[in-house]
């Protein structure tokens, strides 16, 4: 297994939780991580990424309330998910991609439930 997501739950809105996925060692260190989610009827929604180098990127919706880090002693990428709204609910899902020498390889691990309630 490559990538295997974990920690979702269900919260109370302004609540908080953390997810993590474990990086197999054979992309941790080559490949981006990212964090995706899709609510029920809607596409899958790209929230944040972190490269190997540590750098990081989020989408506007959850700049400030989410910090995605690199856990390197672990191999894991976590996201950290601080003052959840009802409309944060959806299953998360991590990704792992990288473009080498005109090749992608690209990565899913399961998804991993949060709901946030009102």
């Known amino acids: 297994v490559q990538l295997q997501a974990s920690g979702g739950g269900l919260v109370l809105a302004g609540g908080s939780l953390r997810l993590s996925c474990a990086v197999s060692?054979?992309?941790?260190?080559?490949?981006?991580v990212a964090w995706y989610r899709q609510a029920p009827g809607k596409e899958r929604e790209y929230i944040a990424q972190v490269t190997p180098a540590g750098n990081t990127n989020y989408v506007d919706s959850v700049k400030g309330r989410f910090t995605i880090s690199r856990d390197e002693a672990n191999q894991r990428v976590d996201l950290q998910m601080n003052t959840l709204r009802p409309e944060d609910t959806a299953v998360y899902f991590c990704n792992a991609k990288s473009t080498r020498f005109g090749a992608t390889t690209n990565y899913w691990g399961q998804g991993t439930q949060v709901t946030v309630s009102s």
């Open positions: 060692r054979n992309i941790f260190y080559t490949h981006v």
